[in-house]
Every structure is written in C-alpha cells, then in structure tokens.
C-alpha cells in the first residue's frame, strides 16, 4: 500500500461545513500537481523492473544482482524517508518536493550512464532519496493548501497515482522500447524529462496560500478559517517505548516486502514462466494493480461498516485485516498457475489483499497515537518496512539463482499475512490509545 493512502487510512473525519465552498480553485490545481508528482515516481522506479529481462538478456544479469539493486533501493529510500519528513518541518514543502523530485530526476537519467547491476545500485541511491521526500513534501502542501473538512479527499485523489503510475509504466516503457525500437536508455531519458516539465510548474504556481499570486480572498479565507494544528513534537524514543508502535513496525516489516517484491519482480516472472516480454506485459499488470485499487477500497470498507454497527476500533480491524489474510492464501499457487491469466488472477487477488490489510493497518497511528507522534510513528515503520523489503529482495535473487523458481516466494507471501496479524494481536492485544508526553 502506498505512503498516502495510510494518510488517508487515518485522516479524521469532520462534519460538514456550514460555509459553501468559495470561488477560486487553485488549491485543486495543487492537489493535480501533487497527483502527477505520485503518477512520475511510480513511474520512475518501475521503469527497471519492466525493462529488466531485456537488460538480463544484454548484459548477463544475475538475480542476485537484480535483488542488490531493488534490495538497496529500499534501504536508501527508507533512510530517506526519515530524513525528508525531518528536512519538511524545516524548509516546506515547495523547496522539500524541488530538492526531492531534483534529486530522484538525477538518478533516474544517471541510470542511462551504466550497464552492471553495481552501477544501477549506486545511480538509484538519489532515486531512492528523493522519491523518500514524495510523501512528506505532499502530505505538507495538503496541510498548507486544504482545510480538514477537505484535506481526506485531497489526500485520496493524489494518492490514486500510485496505482495509475503501477499501470502507465508497462505500456510507456513497451511503447517507446518495443513499439518505436528505441535503445532502452530512451525508457529513461522520456520519463525524465516529464519530471523536468513538473519541476518547472511546481516552481512556478506553487506558494504558500497566504502569498499565491493568483488565489481569491475568498479562497484564502476558505483555507485560513480553521486554526492551524499545534502538533507538538514526539522523539522516535518517547514513540518506540509503546509496544503499540512495535505491533505497527513488526506489521510493516512482514507485509510491506510482499508489495516491493511484486512491484519490482513480476515483470520478470511472467517472463521466465510464460514468456512475455515488453510487448505483452501492459495487461496482465493492469489488471492486477487495478484488483489492488478494489482491495484498497474493499478493506476500508469493511473495517468501517463494523464500525458502524458498533464494533470496536481494534475488532473492527484485526476482523477486516484476517478476512483479508484469508484471500492472500491462494497466490502460494500462483508459480504453478497453468496459464498466465490464472497466475494474474492469484497475484491480484493477493494484492488486493494486500491492500485492504494495508489500509487498516496504516489505520494504527491515526487510532491509538496522539497527532504529534504520528510523523515519526508513520516514519520509523516505513523504515522498517524498508528493511523488510530489502532482506525478501536479497533472499529472492539468491532463491531464483539456486532452485530458479518463484515457488518459495509465492508461499512466503501467502502466509505472511497470518503471521503478520499474530504477531500484530500479540503485541497489540487491547488496541487502546497511547499516552505520549510532550
């Protein structure tokens, strides 16, 4: 699941405002720039992954060298993003998404310069970085830009580019590599320069609401009209002391992995088990990330109609959570599925899955921890997820290099999801609120 939709997962919900909504939509215009930011770092960080049985075949790749590069992208994009949220509260976010999407830009065209896998993992090290900054500097101009009574649906529209990002980049890449037979490094070069296109807009009409060259009075007043948050502050000390915290980081690190690996390695597998190549992938992916949007939907759901019939906040999630383990269970026979369309539809139905377990554990920080420690619980778990990430992708490149099947994989990510939930209940049993101290 993606980093904003556990922001919206935990938004709080307002009644509505008595006030109609005022002339002037420039805050919509920046809620559409933060969407396209979303759609060009999926993007950006796909393009690999369906480009790499073509690089394989070119330059002898080894699994194991493939998982190095998508393992340390991990690492550096989860050490990234506990740095970004830091750098955010400092410089805001029309500075924080320039150096973020200047950065992740640098590597992405660096990536065009080598050919070995060790060249890939040290030209993605300011892609990691930089796609890191995409969650703080967005969720940031959402704060400066929406009101609470709006900010939920701000958060769930540009959040949606993170699927339809999943769901561009196999048609983009096989329409300028396999359709106009271009080098591969023209994958890389035509994304880029999109970012460039964005950099500039975002220069240009982005400001704080209180300065916006083009903003109505009313507008402004719109924005302004609620009393800005006092957040506080929480140290990562004062959080990690909660074994709450620990159920929210233990649920991130077994689940999280699952969602890398599919990003990262299926267009390899419908490759090795079926043939497919840049040609035939855009479908097959299509459907399954769009199987995952439903998940998301379907498992906020859930969660929500128990809690309308007066359920708990705790029973209510861990209920929807292991509805959702139930269907993950299938894709542990997705490696011996006979035809692609039948592994397609194991694998997004375990994304769905995915998904709607995501959505309520993400619900966590917004359920038992108080607004200022949020940040830094939302960040110490997306490390963690990141760590996660990075030992599945190492463990699957040696895997495939050995016995040279997805097998082990595919059962791995059925079960993790059971055990994700144990692990969860265990250490989070009363689902209660925590007290932190400023």
Not at 62 to 88: E, H, K
Request: charged fraction near 15%.
């Amino acid at each position: 699941m993606s980093e904003f939709t556990q922001a919206a997962a935990q938004a709080p919900e307002t009644a509505a405002h008595a006030v109609r909504p005022p002339r002037g939509r420039i805050r919509w215009v920046i809620c559409g720039l933060l969407f396209t930011a979303v759609v060009l770092s999926y993007i950006d960080r796909l393009v690999l992954g369906v480009l790499k049985p073509q690089l394989q075949g070119l330059y002898g790749w080894t699994n194991s060298g493939y998982a190095d590069i998508t393992g340390y992208f991990q690492v550096f994009y989860g050490v990234g993003f506990l740095l970004f949220g830091w750098l955010i509260d400092r410089v805001g976010p029309r500075w924080g998404y320039l150096l973020a999407m200047g950065s992740w830009t640098v590597g992405h065209f660096a990536q065009t310069l080598v050919t070995s896998t060790a060249g890939f993992v040290v030209a993605r090290i300011p892609l990691a970085f930089g796609e890191a900054g995409t969650y703080p500097s967005a969720l940031a101009a959402a704060s400066q830009w929406f009101p609470k009574k709006e900010r939920a649906l701000a958060i769930g529209i540009f959040n949606a580019g993170a699927n339809v990002g999943a769901v561009v980049t196999p048609l983009l890449v096989g329409f300028i590599v396999a359709d106009l037979i271009l080098d591969w490094r023209w994958a890389f070069i035509v994304t880029g320069l999109f970012n460039i296109v964005w950099l500039v807009a975002w220069w240009r009409l982005y400001h704080p609401p209180g300065r916006h060259p083009r903003i109505t009075t009313e507008e402004r007043a719109w924005i302004e009209a609620e009393p800005a948050d006092d957040n506080g502050r929480a140290g990562f000390l004062s959080v990690l002391r909660h074994r709450e915290a620990w159920a929210y980081m233990a649920g991130r690190f077994l689940i999280d992995p699952v969602w890398w690996t599919f990003l990262f390695w299926l267009p390899d597998f419908f490759h090795t088990r079926y043939g497919y190549d840049l040609k035939s992938f855009g479908p097959p992916l299509v459907a399954i990330y769009i199987l995952a949007d439903l998940g998301a939907v379907a498992g906020g759901w859930y969660s929500s109609r128990q809690l309308k019939r007066g359920a708990s906040a705790g029973s209510a999630r861990k209920r929807a959570m292991f509805v959702c383990a139930l269907f993950a269970l299938p894709v542990m026979f997705a490696a011996q599925a006979s035809s692609i369309w039948i592994a397609v539809a194991l694998i997004g139905l375990a994304c769905a899955a995915h998904q709607g377990f995501s959505t309520n554990l993400f619900a966590l920080p917004g359920d038992q921890f108080p607004r200022y420690a949020q940040g830094t619980l939302i960040g110490v778990g997306g490390f963690a997820g990141a760590v996660g990430g990075f030992l599945a992708s190492k463990t699957l490149g040696a895997l495939l290099d050995k016995v040279g099947s997805y097998g082990p994989f595919f059962v791995a990510c059925g079960v993790a999801y059971l055990v994700a939930l144990l692990v969860f209940h265990l250490l989070n049993p009363r689902y209660r609120d925590v007290k932190i101290a400023q």
